[in-house]
């Protein structure tokens, strides 16, 4: 069945067959008469990673959990399971994920592929350090265990490796143990750039969670004053009396039932919530009990925020900077952004560590994320960002990208030619391609 | 837990069968899934096990071979509490009525094996004095249409037989219940666009069909309320606008 297949951020939208097994075995089957396909997850990432070039493999309905070991702390999940299901199953035992993205809605494959990255990135390392092994179905049909210690070349290419290697199948995660569904959680505000960095670094020295929020609304003057959000998970004892340890599931309140209009997101709509946000977190600095998905995934509140955008699309420019020229970096690119006019809901500041795959986004560095709708003016913006990132030895998220050029790309990503290697090894050249690895001349 | 209360599903490879599975485990209830794929009842079983931690017994049964339904419930480590028919099989249309082996596939999995087997649990349960029998029908079996007619016979055939046992075991102490589910989203109707506000997920299905089975009240029941008068309407249709319309 061909169907129009977008990313989360609506942009860029393809034509792509889409295919649905609901076994191992008819994926199987299926994929032995595909070429130029890519396995989908969620369609959570930003741009055009999860659509195939020719076909694209559904992986939702292999959503079965298949085993959970209580004394180690493994849970093995078929690919297509989401992170909130692993949550809701877990939790309540006294089970979480080690490294969990912005959002629960996306699936365990995905995570993987993209080797996603938490607010405790820079102590605990992305999605992948917390894996233990994954089942992937190789271009040429084998099914292989791939992990440290069996297929170590193909699993380091698979972390983060946007489904190029083959379709994640099953993943055995491991999990760390909590006392409670809650966060304790501390906000400080701060009043330009440099106390934002000040404070998130402080914040990092001390805290499991960590993440800095920035207002960039247009014309405020000193650029970067923000929040920045601590957070730990709270033990049993320091929840008030009566409170239940994991918090009761709650029904979604809000939803976006449409695409809004164009201009409604403007410079002065985001000003005013900005400033909002602001103010609301100087008032409460102290600390606070949070629900985790409160904490976690405070826009998941929001059905199809996506919409916010209008029919357009936006896009999510999420770049890394490594030390030390990170906080001039960031800087830099937060003039340009505020001199461009334009007016971006989000920018969030954090420092990243290592990342565990080849083509693993994290590297040591402050990451910066910026969302923006789509006009040409943003991708001439984009475009000259791009050249601040590549010239101060920087990259961009994949899981994020729907636009850059592959120059930009090949500079930021030095595992690239042994990823490639592996590609052509496998078979997988030519055969496994998305709109991504395509645009970006992936061989 | 010895004295839980138990449960057979039988087309425990489907998705009904599988989110029904799960909201009877989550219930503290002992679950088998009984299937001819062993291998997907596994995979339903072990997922089970994770989510709601206590794992369903898995048995193979294929739903055509009727002559071993005696042997499979007396073979059964006790009689269940309730039994829960899933099995379908929606067959096409236009490739039935011009394949008769085809035909009869559908109207043996539909109609001749469901209620063949819920007859060998229904006398079992009768000299016991308790149980409860689901079966899950269809919309498409209130009235046979020129776009489904040989599946929605075989499940008429299956209403009317659910309806009769159900007269027959009212007074014995065996509540048997029909479930429509109308369209559900699943393997079966993956190929298909379904109307929104008519379509339930399996869950849906599998919370109606747990409740219905707590409530112990024998009667025929469409999961969405909204089918009621649709198919009323389709039914008290005269045969002479009926035969106009496209449906």
Redesign the interface.
Known sequence: MTADLAGWGRYPRHNSNLLAPHSVAALCAMQASLDNYVARGAGRAYGDAGIGLGSTIAMRALNRMRDFDPVNGLVTVEAGVSLEEVIDALLPRGWFVPAVPGTRFVTVGGMVAADVHGKNHHRTGGFGAHVASLKLLAPRGELLTCSRDENCALFDATIGGMGLTGAIVEVTLRLIRVETGWVRQRTVATRDLESTLAALAKAEAEATYSVAWIDISPGRRPVGRGVVLLGEHALAAELPEGQPVVPPRRARRLSIPVELPEGLLNRWSVGAFNTLYHCKAALRGEADLVRWDSYFFPLDAIGNWNRMYGQSGFLQHQCVVPWPAGPEVVAEILDRVAAAGCAPFLAVLKSLGAGAGDLSFPMPGLTLTIDLRVTPQVLCLLDELDRIVVAAGGRLYLAKDARQSPNTFRAGYPGLADFEALRREIGATGRLTSRLSERLAIQ | MTNASRVLIVGGASDIGRATAKVYADRGWNVMLAGRNVA?CE??A??I???A?RRPDVTGLDILQTDRFAAFVDGLPDLPDTVVCVVGLLGDQARDQSDPARAALTMRSNFEGPALLLDAFASRMASRGRGVIVGISSVAGDRGRSSNYIYGSSKAGFSAFLSGLRHRLVRQGVCVITVKPGFVRT?MT??MTLPRRLTAEPEEVAKAIFLADQAKRPRSLYVRSVWRPIMTIIRILPESLFLRTRL
């Open positions: 997907e995979r339903n072990d997922d096990a994770v989510r931690g393997k993956a190929h």
